[in-house]
């Protein structure tokens, strides 16, 4: 599976975007990028994940530069309970084997 | 809709004992992966179950094994305990169906401390 790269911390201010960049320079065409969070001491919580495509769901949107060599996960409006370990991770789907290959993640803070 | 769960919450042990890990996965899930988080790390896959079998393992000594039962509940079984064991060890279940069955969600997770 492709590394990634992730800024070590990032703060963002109570309801603002917080946009939590992420480079996998050397992805192959057919490996998706996950994004996962993990709050305090609790299980990784799956957040979205795409291909090559613009993502969003109830929780977050995903952006993918066109190529792929990067992407943005955006969380609309920021509250205290998003700070988190935020995991960018990129495997193989469609295989029978499903690794994740965790990085050190980016720290969000959510700031009153 | 019951998502994964795993028991114990917390575990104490002490050097040389055995443990046992137990999960159960997410309803319609039939695949079980295990991870161990260390303090201040990011989760390292241990292996994963399927069909009742293991079919992919990640750099760990056969101190670590597995099981994965009919009901796809899964059960991680550590021998020799070290004390570098002490760890948050991570349940994740998935479907292996389908191009997007195959995320993983993951348990609360067990913390175990080897004194």
């Known amino acids: 599976d492709a590394k990634t790269t992730q800024p070590t911390s990032m703060d963002c201010a109570e309801g603002r975007a917080a946009n939590l960049p992420c480079n996998h320079s050397?992805?192959?065409?057919?490996?998706?990028v996950y994004w996962y969070r993990q709050i305090h001491s609790q299980g990784p919580q799956y957040i979205i994940h795409g291909l090559k495509n613009n993502e969003t769901n109830e929780m977050a949107s995903l952006i993918i530069t066109e190529d792929r060599k990067s992407s943005t996960l955006i969380l609309p409006h920021a509250t205290l309970r998003d700070t988190a370990v935020y995991y960018c991770?990129?495997?193989?789907?469609?295989?029978?084997?499903?690794?994740?290959?965790f990085g050190q993640g980016t720290i969000l803070t959510v700031h009153p | 809709d019951a998502g994964v769960t795993q028991s114990p919450t917390h575990l104490i042990k002490t050097r040389g004992q055995q443990v046992t890990l137990r999960c159960s996965p997410k309803s319609g899930h039939d695949t079980v992966s295990w991870y161990q988080q260390a303090l201040g790390q990011g989760p390292q896959f241990i292996f994963q179950?399927?069909?009742?079998?293991?079919?992919q393992r990640g750099n760990f000594p056969d101190r670590f094994s597995g099981h994965q039962f009919p009901n796809y509940s899964s059960e991680l079984n550590v021998n020799a305990l070290l004390l570098g064991d002490s760890a948050l060890y991570l349940c994740?279940?998935?479907?292996?169906?389908?191009?997007?069955?195959?995320?993983?969600?993951f348990g609360p997770g067990t913390r175990l401390l080897v004194l």
């Open positions: 994740a279940s998935s479907l292996d169906r389908g191009l997007f069955g195959k995320t993983q969600y």
């Open positions: 179950y399927y069909e009742e079998e293991e079919r």
């Open positions: 991770i990129v495997r193989v789907v469609g295989t029978s084997y499903g690794k994740l290959t």
């Open positions: 050397t992805i192959s065409g057919n490996e998706y």
